[in-house]
């Protein structure tokens, strides 16, 4: 069916609150990575989800928090920046009967925008639905919400409900992205977060809010179907780096070991991954390296 119809939609919320996973159940793939740890994204991605005639692009921002670092001050004015020029905001609360300062912020935004917005009552798995009524309740004195969504993005509860409702503010106009798209991430982005997710699974405390991924190389092998990816891990202490490496090389293996099956799965041939581990001492605010690796301003 010819997309005829397209909307931006900004998904926001402070950090951990599940935009990412609601995202990736959007288009079927993984093209945000997801933990349980707060500041997982660092930078807006756009997913695309071709639904019947329209278009739907989805803007996953990172978590909107205090910060405490220029890498910090970046991921907040990306947040706001991701809120203009959007069709509507949806904002991703957690099933607390309360509003916090990270709410209330985004809240102002959404009111200075004049935007369409819609409330997502994420988790919902997770509290008893005789609960809901009172937080719906209490973010509906807060703000005119258009519409407010309980929903689970982990088991995907109510998502098909959210889409029909995002669909209301496509307006008329050609594809934005092509039809095949479901991300405008570019390859070697994606690989560099899977293993960034991976550090951030596997190693505990700051060390994995300290790092940055770099892709070196990324080539096809002309005999064969094998991808050979080169990645360098950067880290902000040399005892960070001992820790990464891990005991005989353990656990730069095991992260590198389980980056290459996400890899793999998600490129859709073999990969042969290596992977090196560097210092660069307070790199999260030094602003010629956060431009070095991608995050600007």
């Not at 935007?115 to 008893?128: A, F, G, M, Q, R």
């Not at 405008?184 to 690989?191: A, C, F, T």
Request: hydrophobic share 40%; with cysteine.
């Amino acid at each position: 069916m010819e997309i005829n119809k397209s909307a931006i939609i900004a998904i926001t919320g402070r950090p951990n609150v599940g935009k990412s996973t609601l995202v990736n159940r959007f288009v079927g793939e993984k093209v945000s990575i997801v933990t349980n740890k707060p500041q997982t994204t660092r930078k807006r991605i756009y997913a695309i989800l071709n639904r019947g005639d329209t278009q739907l692009v989805f803007v996953d921002t990172p978590g909107f928090h205090k910060p405490r670092s220029l890498l910090g001050r970046y991921m907040v004015n990306t947040v706001r920046e991701s809120m203009a020029g959007v069709d509507a905001i949806v904002l991703m609360v957690e099933p607390y009967n309360n509003i916090g300062g990270p709410e209330e912020h985004l809240i102002e935004h959404i009111k200075k925008s004049g935007l369409p917005s819609v409330l997502i009552i994420n988790k919902i798995d997770t509290t008893e639905k005789s609960e809901l009524l009172g937080i719906i309740e209490t973010y509906s004195k807060h703000h005119a919400f258009e519409h407010i969504i309980p929903i689970s993005a982990l088991s995907g509860d109510g998502v098909e409900q959210l889409l029909d409702i995002l669909d209301s503010y496509a307006i008329e106009g050609p594809a934005l992205f092509p039809e095949d798209m479901i991300t405008d991430q570019p390859e070697r982005q994606i690989v560099a977060e899977m293993v960034r997710e991976k550090l951030l699974i596997c190693l505990e405390h700051e060390i994995p809010h300290g790092t940055a991924v770099e892709v070196t190389r990324f080539s096809e092998r002309q005999d064969n179907e094998i991808i050979d990816i080169d990645v360098t891990i950067f880290c902000e202490k040399q005892s960070h780096k001992r820790i990464i490496i891990g005991k005989n090389g353990t656990m730069i293996k095991k992260i590198g070991e389980l980056a290459r099956k996400d890899i793999e799965r998600f490129m859709g041939t073999k990969v042969f991954l290596q992977t090196w581990v560097k210092v660069r001492e307070n790199w999260r605010d030094k602003s010629g390296m956060l431009k070095n690796f991608g995050y600007y301003g």
